[in-house]
């Protein structure tokens, strides 16, 4: 809380905001002090005069490129509060905070009225202290700008939470710790304050005590006054203009500039800015921990360069001392270049740390404050402040780009002292910079914390040590056969993560990785053991039909640290898959060397078994579009068109059914329901392309669908509740769709061959839950038990 301070205090008096408005350039002022800093412009420099009298532009205006954009309302957006003009030359000061500050040219004229409500010399015009841009005031003068009472709000809190005790307020010199607060008095009492001032006798006998700390919780939740229009006093803000971007009230959009805008609800548009703010706060977090840690390594690298200075000395004291008095002339030079080379990397080093710090720190606080603005629950102060919020938050992640959290400094002294010349030539010693033209990659090192297993299926990650200079071209990953044999290559490319399918049950598997360039191959990462689940009745078997009704047990996949347990689901893949997001590749050639006699990674299934497996959808290959919930299960869409997620396991062999639910139903969409290739188009409804099979289905009838061929319309159709069943059967080559129990016309379609992905593609009205490790339909077991 306390990086949030700076933005918390005004510009110009250094302390915290008090009774603040909002300028049109989106930063804020004390009311008090907007009046202090404003500057009253002769007639003939008001922007309607120049215009009128057709003079140029004067010498003394500072802001003389900004000035056409001002003064057109369409081009900069500020239209709303006046016209814009330069400033008149003024001496400027410094405030607390280190920003310009534009005194008034003279006194403002004596006046019996309070400083805020004040009347505004004519022709008045404000300089914001921190981006310089100048406004003419209209005749509402500060009036025209609105209160932030978000700000207000967030300062009450943090004052609040900063306080160590409350005390009374009805003490006259010395004020003593309070011990009660009055709910229908809305005071803070000390004992005697409390028998003097309210006596527990009379009317006052029925007013509520409580504690002081439960006083300051109800007086932070009470309802805080509703906001009203700068325009119409005495009317509430209850819609949103969406092209001026500020609240309105309902006489703004009948009599006021407002009537031909586009107006939508306030409550609306307040959740959707906040959202807008928080899914910006999300990327700007993420830039915040990356900051984090690449302090840590750079303060890592300081006492790595600590450590390699004092080394790199020991060695060359020890060189030079083997020359005896010859070399301890030389030495001395040697060990002044080694220390300047060892103080440039320091300072280069702690340079970068302190301009990293300081920029975290401001990244930190804006984040707390956004955070507390969010926690806001008024929709129009919120939306007054939160087009800046999010403007600035996107402008500090794009801060923390690219080369921002890349070391300028290594941690290696690249020197060598050359001692094979003669003694003769000892004046001539120098050091020599040893550096390969074009070095190997560094070993890769294995993201434990990203490798995971599911159903047959295990994905190993790795990545580049955090401080190697030396680019990798590609990558090796090799896999042993599962029996102790050699090492074979599974894959070879410039992705790091790799996903592996058909691996045996009840098996150890070895795993490494290397890295490659054009000069050679890095040395192998440490060997990660794999170790497949135990060959159970409940998993691993192939279950002949009819299958019992219940299902089976369901493992959950969770991380590993040194042996991964891989889940059972089907074992009749005979290769291997490597599925790097988006697209997918099989191994067929890795695998004709992995498969080759003495690998036994085949098992093979009986003629007509189902080979029940458990998986969830796949939110890495889907349309981000696609939202996710009850461990991404259950998925629907943002979106008004038609969005396709993919099941996270493909099916080669064997028979394979699971459901979907239909949980939400509304305006008679046509979701699609299927099978897909890994590369189908994530955003046409599914079967548009050559790459998906499926069935998509009205209220009243349901077609066929594949390469946008439309086919064998049924009817029957869906509703909320309804179950739709997709049963693979890639032993007989066939793809069928059942509606609650039922067939669904015919066969849709015959002879699918290859690898295949359950898919469903849905807009937002609609929303699904996927079922899986199902036995298939019992008339179609007794059909193929018959076949």
Known sequence: MEEMEEELKCPVCGSFY??????????????????????????????????????????????DLDKMSLYSEADSGYGSYGGFASAPTTPCQKSPNGVRVFPPAMPPPATHLSPALASVPRNSCITCPQCHRSLILDDRGLRGFPKNRVLEGVIDRYQQS?????????????????????????????????????????????????PPAQGRVSRRLSPRKVSTCTDHELENHSMYCVQCKMPVCYQCLEEGKHSSHEVKALGAMWKLHKSQLSQALNGLSDRAKEAKEFLVQLRNMVQQ????????????????????????????????????EHEHKLKVVRDQISHCTVKLRQTTGLMEYCLEVIKENDPSGFLQISDALIRRVHLTEDQWGKGTLTPRMTTDFDLSLDNSPLLQSIHQLDFVQVKASSPVPATPILQLEE?????????????????????AEGYIL???????????????????????????????????????NKTGVSPYSKTLVLQTSEDTDSEEQTLPFPVPSERLPLRRMSPFSSTLNLQPSFPGRSYFDFRPSPHQLSLHSSLQSLNAPGCNFE????????????????????????????DNLTVTCSSYDDRVVLGKTGFSKGVHYWELTVDRYDNHPDPAFGVARIDVMKDVMLGKDDKAWAMYVDNNRSWFMHNNSHTNRTEGGITKGATVGVLLDLNRKTLTFFINDEQQGPIAFENVEGLFFPAVSLNRNVQVTLHTGLPVPDFYSSRASIA
């Open 18 to 63: 008090r009774e603040p408005i909002i300028l049109p350039c989106s930063h804020n002022l004390c009311q008090a002090c907007a009046r202090n800093i404003l500057v009253q412009t002769p007639e003939s420099e008001s922007p309607q005069s120049r215009r009128a009298s057709g003079s140029g532009v004067s010498d003394y205006d500072y802001l």
């Open 162 to 210: 900063k306080a160590a005790a409350l005390k009374c307020q009805l003490c006259e010199k010395a004020p003593k710790e309070a011990t009660v607060m009055c709910e229908q008095c809305d005071v803070f009492y000390c004992d005697p304050c409390r028998l003097r001032c309210h006596p527990p006798r009379g009317p006052l006998a029925k007013h509520r005590l409580v």
């Open 305 to 340: 360069i600590q450590e390699n200075s004092v080394e790199f000395e020991a060695c060359l004291v020890a060189q030079c001392d083997a020359l005896i008095d010859a070399l301890n002339r030389r030495k001395a030079q040697l060990l002044a270049r080694v220390n300047k």
């Open 451 to 471: 490798c995971c297993t599911h159903n047959n299926s295990a994905t190993l990650s790795w990545k580049q040590p955090p401080l190697s200079t030396v680019p």
């Open 478 to 516: 090799e896999l042993d056969d599962g029996n102790g044999g050699q090492f074979r290559e599974v894959y070879v490319g410039k992705e790091t993560m790799c996903t592996v399918d058909g691996l045996h049950f009840n098996s150890t598997y070895n795993a490494r990785v290397k890295a490659f």
């Open 603 to 630: 098992t093979q299934s009986a003629p007509y078994s189902q080979l029940v497996a458990w998986f969830a959808f796949d939110p890495g290959s889907a349309h981000s579009d696609i939202i996710f919930s009850n």
